[in-house]
């Protein structure tokens, strides 16, 4: 084990939703220690203005827009990322939406496709691509970003809920199946004060951690991820770790 604490020097990281909140945070903590970086996600824009920041670490870094409820799209994101660093040591399946709905009975076919889509079908595929080159490679170690609503369910936003409890499970499925050499955990946050807490009801204050009192701030979530991504968590797998501000 490397005695830095963290020590990613050498590696190659996939972030998807990396271009703000929790994403954006992570990869630049990764940069920062020592990673090069693949920021995903649909605005090319912010990609970008996230990699100009990595690169003024000292990092090399690949902007792609993607979406990632299109598998084709996946496809292409996997063949560049590999093609531009040769591999993908890191994956963080990121990206995500949490829209709310006033009720179950008012909730639209495509709401609940996309909600799907977004946060099980594309970290679905991704994992897959990802995960077997790992496991056929130098191993690596996949960090799916769930949520504490997976375990502590809404009405208001129930499809993401139960779309991120898939993604729990997926978890678990995909640490058996590209097991040893690859690493699979996930990281189930709390309310973070991000841009996506704008679209929260009204009401939001009650989504605020019991314990804490508080939102999360995005720089938060850094060591869990900086622990999982490392060499540092090399017999921890499968497992779930609640970022949430001690949420009940």
Known sequence: MKSKPFDLSGKVAL?????????????LAYADHGAD??????NIENCEAVCADI???????LAIAVHMG????????????????GRIDILVNNAGMSPVAPSSLETSEKLVDSVLALNFKGPFRLSALVGSRMAAGNGGSIINVSSVGSIRPAP????????KAALNALTTAHA???APRVRVNAVLPGSFRTDVSRHWPADKERLTPAVMKRFGEPEEIVTT????????????????IRVDGGRP
Do not use: K
């Open 15 to 27: 972030i998807t939703g990396g271009s703000r909140g929790l994403g954006r945070a992570t990869a």
């Open 37 to 42: 970086v693949v920021v995903a996600s649909r």
């Open 55 to 61: 690169r003024s670490r000292g990092r090399n870094a």
């Open 70 to 85: 299109r598998w084709d799209q996946i496809d292409a994101m996997v063949d560049r990322a590999c093609s531009e660093f």
């Open 156 to 163: 208001e936003f129930a499809p993401y809920s139960g779309a």
């Open 176 to 178: 058996a199946e590209f």
């Open 225 to 240: 991820m900086l622990y999982l991504a490392s060499d540092h968590s090399s017999f921890t797998t499968g497992t779930m």
